[in-house]
């Protein structure tokens, strides 16, 4: 065994990290490295008895049952053809307005949102039905590829949301709650992507031409039909899951299987399920889910070794001394969070940072209810910023060459949308109760 400090610990497992993420290995792999080369040198063979303690028991954590449950219904209403049918309502009612055709991605995008939990499953699902619409009718490229990844990446955040699966265990938080928490900021969001949008489309027409009155020439009485028709299903699922978990019938995990049943019973009933269908669906979400485990077990690795070596006590004292006051401090977490956001995944930076960080929360005055909401209100643009963007990653791996959309046109496209996450960052900062009062109405 080697004599290390803290200090030096700390530099070391830090830095080896960095290097590692550089390496462009997938992130499990230096993640585990670092924490078994590090903690074998610094702890000996005791090593293995600190993983193992905590690797374990986050997998066996029942509420992250919920991840491969809420990954399965995702992909489930990928393949129920349940977003074709909203948009083609969605577009006979606001494709009239200019930049229409780009609302109603961000509607049927927040609508997803509330259905799905996995931003992939969004990003594919608008790029295949709302990005040729959009080209096809004079769009502007940057304009509508952004407004598809920017509508995707809702996916994440709008509960049932993936990602609040996660955060809830870290910090010790109650998932339920976080689910009721990113309610409203997540419409908030949906609400100022419209807003840049329709104020773009005002003062530059040309961003996106109108839709020929001819292509809504539909009778009020089918156009109110299509549209019952076509949210009713979603609807349902969206109530089923979010409406037992606030209403205290059924924990996170119960109601992710509840929605996983309901997808299932809706792709039936749209005849969308053959053996091919289900195939492909239980190995996507096998897929997923094993990554997911695997990664959140190296990085639980990681940060047993690192806490064990006081690590954390290195990282909340050298944060907690800076000048300013707590204002000083959260502004500082969350310029960590954003910065990690270039170069990692969300969830190592979750499995990784969270149990650092977010007991800083109580010691600052914050509710750590807000806290966490706002870090994951701040990792919606990690989805947005290259070089690690992911939603821009599965755009273009989505996208038909033919349409000819390039990097420099979907980055181009997103920056305004990654001002609108500031801006609602901004606002739940003044308004806290944004986030607040929905999990404070909650039955216990």
């Not at 193992?52 to 028991?57: A, D, G, N």
């Not at 049932?160 to 265990?169: D, F, K």
């Amino acid at each position: 065994m080697i004599e290390m400090s803290p200090e030096v610990l700390t530099i070391v497992m830090l830095a080896g990290l960095m290097v590692g993420v550089m390496t462009g290995f997938p992130l499990a792999f230096p993640v585990g490295t670092v924490a078994l080369v590090v903690g074998y040198l610094a702890f000996g063979q005791s090593v293995l008895d600190i993983t193992y303690q905590q690797v374990f028991s986050i997998l066996h954590n029942y509420v992250l049952l919920a991840l491969p449950l809420f990954i399965i219904m995702g992909i489930i209403l990928e393949y129920s053809l349940i977003a074709d049918k909203m948009y083609d309502a969605l577009y006979l009612w606001l494709s009239g307005f200019r930049g229409g055709l780009a609302i109603v991605t961000l509607v049927l995008g927040t609508i997803l949102a509330a259905c799905v939990g996995v931003m992939s499953a969004s990003v594919t699902m608008l790029t295949s039905i709302a990005l040729p619409a959009m080209l096809r009718r004079g769009y502007n490229k940057s304009l509508a590829s952004g407004t598809v990844c920017a509508g995707g990446t809702l996916g994440i955040l709008i509960p049932p949301s993936v990602m609040l699966v996660i955060y809830g265990p870290m910090a010790r938080l109650s998932v339920g709650k976080l689910f009721m928490a990113a309610i409203f900021p997540g419409l908030l969001l949906a609400f100022l992507y419209c807003l840049y949008v329709a104020v773009a489309c005002y003062f530059k027409p040309e961003l996106a031409p109108t839709i020929p009155a001819e292509e809504r020439a539909v009778p009020l009485a089918r156009k109110v039909r299509l549209l019952l028709v076509s949210l009713l299903p979603p609807s349902s699922i969206i109530m089923a899951v979010l409406g037992s978990i606030y209403l205290g019938i059924a924990p996170p995990t119960e109601a992710a299987a509840i929605g996983a049943f309901a997808s299932l019973v809706l792709t039936i009933v749209y005849k969308k399920l053959t053996w091919k269908v289900l195939k492909s669906i239980l190995l996507r979400s096998l897929n997923v889910s094993c990554m997911a485990m695997f990664l959140g077990a190296m990085s639980v690795a990681f940060t047993a070794v690192f806490l064990k070596g006081r690590g954390g006590e290195v990282v909340q004292n050298a944060v907690m001394a800076l000048p300013g006051g707590r204002w000083s401090v959260f502004a500082f977490v969350m310029f960590i969070y954003f910065f990690l956001g270039f170069f990692m995944e969300w969830l190592g930076i979750f499995f990784i940072m969270v149990p650092i960080l977010a007991p800083l929360a109580p010691a600052l005055g914050f509710d750590p209810i807000w806290f966490g909401m706002m870090i994951c209100i701040n990792l919606q643009m990690s989805f947005l910023t290259p070089p690690y963007a992911f939603a821009i990653f599965v755009l273009q791996a989505v996208a038909p060459p033919e349409l000819g959309v390039t990097s420099a046109d979907i980055i181009k496209g997103v920056i305004p949308y990654v001002v609108m996450i500031v801006v609602g960052l901004a606002l739940c900062v003044a308004f806290p109760q944004i986030i607040l009062w929905l999990p404070n109405t909650m039955i216990k």
